[in-house]
């Protein structure tokens, strides 16, 4: 009879959870695998257990995040271009840590980066959306150019280093109107 596991989905859901917060905020050098462990109530053998040590919960959280963010970009492909960059500000919003994590570059080392599989199909709904606007050869520099515009307009805002009271559901509307314009529908 084989033995029930020891950690469940929730708790490795809760120090993926627990991990981005905590770079968030300290730096992946400030944290230690037994702060992780204390705050997600459990202990440093289960972290071990789940993802093998730290380089490895790093790798996870920003898998994680990646995954997260490629189904959002997934349910919002069929809406087009625009929704895609809606969905880019939505989930951004919803998600800080993971966001910051994944494109602040502050783990992003040789050993602590995800697989290029996990990152192309996030960016898989960009690259189709965009494949039905512009000739093959010019999908790449296009998503990069999309990606850039939503991207720095969501940056800005997570940063709040604008003056008070920019009223950024405009401003995001004109980002993704530039957009439409720049990459318009066949």
Not at 25 to 43: C, F, H, M, Q, Y
Not at 109 to 136: H, N
Request: hydrophobic letters at 50%; glycine letters at 8%.
């Amino acid at each position: 009879m084989a033995r029930p596991p020891l950690y469940d989905d929730l708790l490795r859901d809760r120090l993926l959870a627990e991990t981005a917060a905590m770079v968030d905020d300290k730096g992946p050098e400030r944290i230690s695998l037994r702060d992780i462990a204390v705050n997600a109530g459990t202990s440093t053998s289960a972290v071990y257990a789940l993802f093998g040590g730290k380089t490895e919960l790093l790798v996870a959280v920003i898998e994680h995040g990646f995954a997260s963010f490629g189904e959002a970009q997934a349910d919002a492909e069929p809406e087009g271009l625009r929704a895609l960059g809606l969905s880019y500000r939505s989930w951004a919003m919803a998600n800080p840590a993971l966001y910051r994590l994944m494109f602040g570059g502050g783990v992003a080392t040789e050993d602590c980066r995800p697989d290029d599989a996990t990152m192309s199909a996030a960016m898989a709904p960009l690259m189709r959306a965009l494949g039905a606007r512009v000739p093959e050869s010019e999908v790449t520099a296009a998503a990069l150019t999309v990606w850039a515009q939503v991207h720095g307009a969501v940056s800005l805002e997570l940063a709040g280093v604008t003056p008070p009271l920019v009223p950024w559901d405009s401003v995001y509307d004109a980002v993704v109107d530039a957009v439409e314009r720049a990459f318009p529908a066949s």
